[in-house]
């Protein structure tokens, strides 16, 4: 429970102290080794910095499909899943590869309705 913690918590920093512009935004090119962009999303913040990429995303699907998909895409792209965890409006996922970890926090959008998605690719600690 307090490594899930502390994994939201380091995202939810992470996306809070980027200042990044929201226009032509595209899904970042090193986060295909993990996978592939979550059909129909709209990005609403990248970064880049100190080997950590990180992309985050809004879908109208809900938690369970989106889950889903990136279970199987990390499988699919050679990633041993390390951690799996589903709480009611807030799903993760951690996978391992090599020397890199990746990191896939799903929420859902309380008043907005929508999900938001944010995966980040770091070197492992």
Known sequence: MSKRIIICAVLVFFALSMNVALSDMEYPQELMEASAPYPE???FQTANASGT???GMESDDN???IFEFYKTELAAN???????DKQQGDFALMGEKGSNQVVVSIVSGGQSGKSTIMLRLAPKQ
């Open 41 to 43: 999303v709209k990005i």
């Open 78 to 84: 050679g990633w041993t899943i390390t951690a799996e």
């Open 53 to 55: 990429v990180m992309v």
């Open 63 to 65: 938690l369970d499909q």
